[in-house]
């Protein structure tokens, strides 16, 4: 399968401890997106990176959230000190820039839950 | 501002029914893009169509297809002769540049056998 993937799938924690996520995206894709799902709502943009570089950073990722994307392959997103709203579905998503355009691919998400 | 709007929360119909999932955006861009996503229960989202707001012209997909309207910012996507597994949650979005992406709170779609 060489389609976005994450981990873990799902992850339950209690409030105040830290969890780390993890995006692999498709190969060749140079930007990668984080986007948070909340219960009967839309995906909500987090972050994106083009190869490295985090380019831009939503006003709902506080100063717990951090996102890294270290040799512009895989990405990881850290919540630190966890809080019972941060409890959503965590989607990464990948895209080959070409042209004007181009397709988000998503990967499956990580569901988080804090108790 | 950057907005989506998806009035219908929920719809039930019967299978083989035609059913029309609207979307209304709102962008004071003139280029723009706009998407269509279908989320199943196993929750991963799954990209149906993208348009490009300068090309007005309707798609159609086998039992889908797209009716772009720029004087009314409308989106809507409608289904012929819907089957049960066309069961899912459709997301519409808008973006005004290369990346992110605005989503609608989408249209939870029940087809009953």
């Known amino acids: 399968d060489t389609g976005v993937s994450q981990n873990p799938r799902h992850k339950i924690t209690k409030r105040g401890q830290n969890v780390t996520f993890r995006c692999d995206p498709i190969s ?15 995906p909500e943009f ?7 570089a985090q380019l831009e ?3 709902l990722l506080s100063d717990r959230f951090s996102a890294e994307r270290p040799k512009g392959s895989f990405s990881t997103l850290e919540i630190q000190r966890t809080e019972q709203g941060d409890s959503a579905m965590y989607l990464c998503a990948s895209s ?11 990967g499956p998400g990580t569901r988080l839950t804090v108790l | 501002a950057q907005k989506v709007t998806q ?19 709102e962008t004071r861009d003139t280029t723009y893009y706009l998407f269509w996503y279908k989320q199943p229960p196993s929750g991963e989202l ?12 309707n798609e159609i997909s086998g039992r889908y297809s797209w009716n772009f309207q720029k004087s009314t ?3 809507n996507f409608t289904i012929t002769a819907s089957q049960v597994v066309d069961s899912a949650v459709y997301f519409c979005a808008l973006s005004e540049s290369s990346y992110k992406l605005i989503f609608g ?9």
């Open chain 1, 96 to 106: 080959l820039v070409r042209g004007i355009y181009n397709e988000q691919f998503f």
């Open chain 2, 7 to 25: 009035a219908q929360t929920e719809i039930s119909v019967v299978e083989k029914e035609d059913v029309t999932l609207d979307c209304v955006y």
């Open chain 1, 46 to 52: 987090l972050t994106y990176f083009q190869n490295e």
């Open chain 2, 46 to 57: 799954v990209f149906l169509i993208r348009r490009n707001s300068f090309d007005e012209q």
């Open chain 2, 105 to 113: 709170s989408g249209t939870r779609l029940l087809v009953r056998p």
């Open chain 2, 73 to 75: 910012s409308s989106f």
């Open chain 1, 28 to 42: 060749e894709h140079n930007r990668l997106y984080w986007y948070r799902q909340t219960l009967g709502q839309g």
């Open chain 1, 57 to 59: 950073k939503s006003r």
